[in-house]
């Protein structure tokens, strides 16, 4: 059942099991790349422009770490089944989806307990729902960058390469350092424990159905359902 440390039959013998170093070293220098050159355009956008703040840094937010992901790919293995890209049953979809809903209904305890120790990071989200609530292809754009694409290439990158990378020194180790990992690069701020709890949910089903697909659904249900509730549940 554990298919993300077993080798394909038609994977060449000499192609690693599963990304190693030299994966990790290019994907963390790249995404470090892409995420300033990509923040510092965002930055930069002209006042009055058809992509609102909040819709730029999703853009960026999927973007940079599916570049990562890319270029880990390339530089050795060249093929995206040891990164998790492979089929699931639907059953594993099905606990995805559960698994979603619950980190964001999950997300008003731990934002009661952790906001205080974050003062002022509540402005961070202000650019995101503003984007939500623009109107309604305002609010269909920013589930597409926010609820789709972001959590498709933030997967990934953390778990296709960052957790896939860790698991060789355990389940445990790449579930937990992964997400740990996800929730510091969204900031220091009230953003980081529900990241980390996502991140603990989608590194454990990444590891048991062996395939990034459910890891990317309780990423797109917990992202898309947040955007709704922005956009329309207030």
Partial sequence: MNAVNEVPMNQSRRTPA????????????????????GATIAYLL??????????????VSGLA????????????????????MRRVHPGWLLAAIAIGLACFALSWPISAIFDPFFPGS?????GYRDAARAGALSLVVTIVLGG?????????????VFASFLFRWGTWVGVIVSAAVFAV?????????????????????FRFS?????????????????????????
């Fill in 46 to 59: 002209p006042a009055g422009s058809p992509v609102s703040p909040g819709q730029a840094n999703f853009l």
């Fill in 210 to 234: 062996g395939s990034i697909w459910p890891a990317v659904v309780i990423h797109v249900v917990h992202n898309s359902a947040g955007l709704l509730y922005q956009g329309i549940g207030y």
């Fill in 18 to 37: 599963r990304p190693g170093w030299p994966e990790l070293g290019v994907a963390v220098l790249a995404a470090a790349i892409l995420y300033g050159v």
């Fill in 185 to 205: 690069a969204h900031g220091v701020n009230s953003i980081m424990p529900i990241a980390f709890v996502v991140g603990l949910g989608a590194g454990l089903l």
């Fill in 65 to 84: 770490p599916l570049g990562a992901f890319a270029v880990a790919v390339l530089i050795r293995i060249r093929d995206v089944r040891p990164f998790g």
């Fill in 148 to 160: 789709l694409l972001t959590p498709f290439g933030e997967e990934v990158l953390f778990r296709g």
């Fill in 122 to 126: 509540e402005s961070l989200q202000e």
